[in-house]
């Protein structure tokens, strides 16, 4: 299941399904939490020869089981924004596996994986790296920092300054370090999952819009259910270490070439121009709600058609439904909408009020 569907919770009210109501009350569905997508338990067949990347993220996803109890809707996340070449914001409260999910993802995918803890010490350079003098030589050479891996973990992101944070933004947009003037490329792929704590905010620099922008998604990781922590539990008990993802027989299952077939792959997914135009009335439905005092950007209607286009080819298809789209438009809006002050007060959430406009957008038919 992906926790993170706003498009199955019914009704909706005031104008565009805001969530207000004409009188200024906030209505139950704008508080309502998604219920979520069903995420696909029997993957189409192969292709002959094996060479299906459909079938090496199905086998990532098994392999990441083996670590992560109960965490599908985030590996799900993780890996269409590997496809989309984006980048995800993990939201969750400390201890729910954020660090170990990346790392046994990075280990499946036969990828390099870097932690970077953000404190509010951190420089600019601690994380793009910086030209070291070197005596020997009477030369600046240039020593990289952990930005150049495949999947960066920036840990606590929200504890750095935001100058640091900005260092980051060359590097998401562009995939490249500038370094006294010269663009130094980053690894192919390169994903940024960038973890923040939702409870706690003393000492926290909240990031801005322009940053929250660059993060193709923002998922939600839970706490688990209470057979999936007795599962959690019973591992443990029987000696898992999380620190040793080889004994717990994590093995490498994909490489980065089945992430490019899948890249490829999702691309030919066909589009209709009436799911293209529910999309932008989507889109333009958030920068008119009452509810919201800023709506989604065109950068945000490319991010929603393409992380559609990756999950309807995971769910084995080569056209986009609407579903595909209100599927996705929790976890790739959420975090680029802003609620109104009053309406937050109410105790309105971004998830609500997007549910509402779903609700209120008409549907193609």
Not at 57 to 73: I, N, T
Not at 300 to 318: F, P
Not at 335 to 342: M, Y
């Amino acid at each position: 299941m992906i926790a993170d569907n706003p498009a199955a919770t019914a009704g909706g009210s005031g104008p565009l399904g805001s969530g207000v109501s004409p009188g200024g009350t906030v209505s139950p569905l704008a508080s309502a939490e998604p219920t979520g997508l069903e995420y696909p338990q029997a993957w189409p067949p192969s292709e002959p020869g094996g060479q299906d990347p459909r079938a090496a993220l199905a086998a990532v996803r098994d392999e990441v089981a083996k670590a992560v109890v109960g965490q599908d809707s985030v590996v799900s996340g993780l890996l269409i924004a590997l496809i989309c070449e984006g980048h995800v914001l993990l939201e969750g409260v400390p201890g729910v596996a954020k660090t170990l999910l990346v790392r046994t993802l990075a280990s499946a995918l036969s990828l390099e994986g870097k932690r970077l803890q953000f404190t509010p010490d951190l420089m600019p350079g601690d994380v793009t790296g910086s030209l070291i003098y070197d005596a020997r030589t009477a030369l600046f050479e240039f020593r990289a920092g952990p930005v150049f891996t495949n999947l960066l973990l920036a840990d606590e992101i929200n504890r750095t300054p935001p100058k640091t944070q900005a260092a980051l933004l060359e590097a998401m947009e562009e995939r490249q370090v500038s370094v006294d003037g010269k663009p130094k490329p980053l690894p192919t792929p390169f994903l940024v999952a960038a973890t923040q704590n939702p409870v706690e905010y003393e000492g926290t620099y909240p990031l801005p819009e322009a940053q929250l922008d660059r993060f193709m998604l923002k998922l939600t990781v839970p706490l688990p259910e209470r057979a999936d922590e007795i599962t959690i539990l019973g591992r443990h008990a029987a000696g898992f270490d999380p620190r040793n993802l080889g004994a717990a027989g994590i093995r490498q299952v994909a490489a980065p070439a089945d992430l490019a077939r899948a890249r490829q792959a999702a691309q030919t997914v066909r589009v209709s121009p009436e799911v293209t135009g529910y999309i932008v009335d989507i889109c333009r439905a958030t920068r008119t709600s009452p509810s919201l005092r800023l709506g989604v950007s065109p950068r945000g209607a490319t991010a929603l058609l393409a992380t559609s286009r990756a999950w309807a080819w995971l769910t084995g298809r080569d056209y986009v439904t609407p579903d595909d789209v209100k599927a996705l438009a929790g976890p790739t809006f959420r975090h680029r909408i802003q609620l109104r002050p009053e309406v937050e007060l109410d105790g309105a959430t971004p998830d609500g009020v997007l549910a509402g406009l779903l609700a209120s957008v008409p549907v193609p038919r």
